[in-house]
T-cell receptor, first 115, second 113 residues
Framework: AQTVTQSQPEMSVQEAETVTLSCTYD???????LFWYKQPPSRQMILVIR??????QNATENRFSVNFQKAAKSFSLKISDSQLGDAAMYFC????????????FGSGTKLNVKP | DTGVSQDPRHKITKRGQNVTFRCDPI?????LYWYRQTLGQGPEFLTY????????KSRLLSDRFSAERPKGSFSTLEIQRTEQGDSAMYLC???????????FGPGTRLTVT
């Protein structure tokens, strides 16, 4: 089974600064999707950004961008110009291209944003 | 589009009791997923429906757990003879065929005393 590892249980960033959250995964598949989800306190999980493994270009969504290193099986999330509203749990997730039923989630990174 | 809704949001029950949770997906979504999330962990896949058919179940889903989606719309997750280890957040998500994104509900937090 695929595994997703987030080695940073908690991180802090100053407002307006940049922070990078790490994620590694283990798979034998060549085609898959990777996601970052945000879960604010007591609120539902929302998708931040998505990366298809067959795409070499790193995905970008406004202040959020990823560094996808397929050979290293690494998928980090960079948040630029951090805002107070970015404070949340962030989960990295993997989904097989062929078995689309299952998402495999990491254990999450709690991001604190300091004013 | 009102999003995925779940009911109840919180449930406290005594060990041995049965509980049932409901999930209403986004109306045009034919795929529905149940996850369990324990404190400090990411969601773990439990089961998946495409329309009314339950196509996959995790081995985490013991025989005390049953899920249904009778008309391909809302879904229920029932836990019989609850145990303290069942205490968790139960998340529902839905998606549309061909769309990679899952939309999550707010979850039902179960506490078994």
């Amino acid at each position: 089974a695929q595994t997703v590892t987030q080695s940073q249980p908690e991180m802090s960033v100053q407002e307006a600064e940049t922070v990078t959250l790490s994620c590694t995964y283990d798979t034998s598949e060549s085609d898959y999707y990777l996601f970052w989800y945000k879960q604010p306190p007591s609120r539902q999980m929302i998708l931040v950004i998505r990366q298809e493994a067959y795409k070499q270009q790193n995905a970008t969504e406004n202040r959020f961008s990823v560094n996808f290193q397929k050979a290293a099986k690494s998928f980090s999330l960079k948040i630029s110009d951090s805002q107070l509203g970015d404070a949340a749990m962030y989960f990295c997730a993997y989904r097989s291209f062929y078995n689309f039923n299952k998402f495999y989630f990491g254990s999450g990174t709690k991001l604190n944003v300091k004013p | 589009d009102t999003g995925v809704s779940q009911d109840p949001r919180h449930k406290i029950t005594k060990r041995g009791q049965n509980v049932t949770f409901r999930c209403d997906p986004i109306s045009e979504h034919n795929r529905l997923y149940w996850y369990r999330q324990t404190l400090g962990q990411g969601p773990e896949f439990l089961t998946y429906f495409q329309n009314e058919a339950q196509l996959e179940k995790s081995r985490l889903l013991s025989d005390r757990f049953s899920a249904e989606r009778p008309k391909g719309s809302f879904s229920t997750l029932e836990i019989q003879r609850t145990e303290q280890g069942d205490s968790a957040m139960y998340l529902c998500a839905s998606s549309q065929a061909g769309n990679h994104e899952q939309y999550f509900g707010p979850g039902t937090r179960l506490t078994v005393t």
